[in-house]
């Protein structure tokens, strides 16, 4: 999942950064408000991580502008101790849940997945489809109950294309999905990405849940619940 951290604190926002990479997702880091809003318009996200106390525009303001602009994605908001104030205001401006400073990075890890899992409409921390088995927690695919031998990659092409099943989805929000804005984008990388993954899935079984949509993107067809 690509994601949106703001915090102005470096130590923590490079901590958030390292962190939420090694849990396999594209993390946009900034310090600002101003920032953060840029990189919004410019980009999706699947969720962001909001400090309140921000220079400049606040972290509530950040969350009203966000939500005044139409974005939707989960708000995870991070708040100081004692100041319950703050959260029920950032509740009301259209944050989704908090945490309190300081806090234990698997608390955070913990409400940063189940807001993206109902985010994408599951409960479980398993999605189905037929045959395949998808473990969000562990980041694993199973087929008939084994093991797949996925790249990281390949995992996470899978697993937000099942999040979003039913939808097309552009071959531009899969690269978000694996690289930093900064880096080189290139189209033809997915297609070999998704070629890949294809066989995998269809291992002489005649699984065949992923569809080009010419011109547009990738479907996942399989029903997942
Ligand atoms: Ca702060």
Redesign the pocket.
């Known amino acids: 999942m690509k994601l949106l951290v703001v ?3 470096a130590l923590l926002r490079h901590h958030l950064y390292s962190r939420l990479g090694e849990q396999g997702h594209v993390v946009d880091a900034v310090a600002n408000a101003e920032e953060a809003l840029y990189r919004a318009e410019e980009y999706h996200h699947d969720l962001a991580v909001i ?1 309140l ?2 220079p400049g525009i606040n972290g509530l303001d950040l969350i009203r502008q966000l939500r005044s602009q139409g974005k939707s994605f989960p708000i995870l908001i991070l708040t100081a101790r004692g100041n319950w104030q703050d959260k029920v205001e950032g509740l009301a401006c259209g944050a989704d849940d908090y945490v309190v400073k300081p806090f234990q990075f698997e608390e955070l890890e913990a409400r940063l997945n189940a807001l993206l899992r109902r985010s994408s409409g599951f409960i479980q921390a398993t999605i189905e489809a037929g045959p395949l088995q998808l473990d969000l927690n562990r980041k694993q695919a199973l087929m008939d109950g084994c093991g797949m031998q996925l790249t990281a990659y390949e995992y996470r092409i899978l697993e937000y294309l099942m999040r979003h099943q039913q939808q097309v989805v552009a071959k531009e929000r899969l690269i978000e999905q694996l690289y930093p804005d900064d880096e080189e984008r290139d189209p033809n990388v997915i297609e070999v990405l998704v070629g890949r993954l294809r066989r995998k899935l269809d291992n002489g079984n005649g699984f065949k849940p992923i569809e080009t949509v010419r011109g547009q993107g990738y479907l996942f067809t399989e029903r997942c619940r």
Do not use: A, Q, R
Request: aromatic share 0%; glycine share 16%.
């Open positions: 915090e102005d604190e400090d106390g921000l």
